[in-house]
């Protein structure tokens, strides 16, 4: 006799399913039943403990893209726990079984005490694994909070940024801020910007132990690398007046504060002078200086065998009379060879 029958066979779990059929392997005429049934303490992902299918008059089995995977229930039907502040919740949904995992996320711009932006509990046959109960999604600061260079030091773990977080930075003994405070406080604000201070604030530094010695007479002091309060490693210059120069030349001696002697000992005299004496070219030595007081003299000597390319004179000098010198170029020296027909003779000097 023939039958209507199912062009193909019912579903088929997969091996690794745990699922058991009734199926007897060839029967697909219209009006089979076939029933699937999971093991002990296992159910189907609706929860069902068994699922029945039929072939159809049309030649097709109900429920054809059901599931068959049998699975063991989560010991805790549900959540744990609500979802940490501020965090949403992706991944597996109710029912829940063994091997099912729930990940926890912050929304971009937040992220938890310890940096970390998501957190995941996973269903095990004793139940969910712990849940961080510090876990939660917050404002944060975008950047690290301010660092202090050595020798200073900070509290701050390396790791929170998240908004009223407190950081505070020290200097050892016997330095201080460059306000005088040996500790600075920073807070991660709402708007996720640490307090602000100026950069140069975060410095620890030593008080020179003493102040700048007082400017001499025709000498105006000035700090070279900052403003009072003076610290050990701070500069000072010590300028002389227009149309002076030091006894060493020059127009100004600098000082620095060392922690042991201070500013150490101010030399300096400021005397009347002409500017820098005329360089002399090559092939030439000169016994000039760089001071220049009224009065001195510089000479310049041709190297032996050069002559000055003018005169054909060995020497030349000037003086620094009144602010002015005497003689302001000096001509270059040359080889005998080069010099103009009646010049002086080789070895002849002025």
């Known amino acids: 006799m023939c039958a209507t029958v199912c062009l193909e066979g019912p579903p088929r779990p997969t091996p690794s399913s745990n699922t058991f059929s009734t199926w007897d392997g060839y029967n697909r005429t219209v009006g089979t039943q076939v029933n699937y049934t999971c093991a002990a303490n296992q159910t189907f992902e609706d929860m069902s403990e068994m699922v029945v299918v039929e072939c159809e008059e049309g030649g097709n089995w109900t429920h054809s893209n059901i599931s068959l995977t049998c699975r063991t229930p989560c010991p805790t039907p549900g959540l744990p726990s609500a979802a940490p502040q501020n965090a949403s919740v992706v991944g597996a949904e109710a029912p829940f079984f063994i091997g099912d995992s729930v990940v926890y996320r912050c929304p971009s711009g937040m992220e938890s005490w310890n940096r970390t932006t998501s957190y995941t509990i996973t269903c095990s046959d004793s139940g969910w694994t712990n849940l961080d109960p510090s876990f939660g999604c917050y404002n944060v600061c975008l950047e690290n909070p301010p660092e ?87 500069r000072v210059w010590y300028q002389c007046e227009a149309g002076l120069s030091t006894q060493y030349g020059g127009d100004a001696v600098s000082l620095t504060c060392s922690l042991n002697s201070g500013w150490g000992q101010l030399d300096i005299q400021c005397e009347p002078a002409c500017p820098l004496a005329p360089f002399p070219y090559d092939l030439t030595t000169s016994n000039m200086t760089s001071a220049g007081k009224w009065g001195i003299t510089y000479g310049y000597w041709c190297e032996y065998g050069f002559y000055e390319q003018t005169g054909g004179v060995y020497s030349l000098f000037t003086t620094c009379v009144e602010g002015n010198w005497t003689r302001t170029h000096i001509p270059k020296c040359i080889a005998p060879s080069s010099r103009a027909v009646g010049s002086k003779c080789v070895g002849q000097r002025e």
């Open 148 to 234: 202090v260079p050595y020798p200073g030091v900070s509290d701050w773990n390396h790791t929170t940024r998240i908004v009223r977080t407190e950081v505070s930075l020290f200097c050892p003994t016997n330095y201080t801020f460059t306000n005088f405070s040996r500790s600075l406080t920073y807070i991660c604000n709402e708007d996720g910007n640490w307090t602000e201070s100026p950069p140069e604030l975060l410095l620890c530094r030593q008080a020179c132990p003493s102040l700048p010695p007082p400017s001499p007479a025709n000498t105006t002091l000035a700090v070279l690398d900052r403003d009072p309060p003076y610290w050990v490693g701070s």
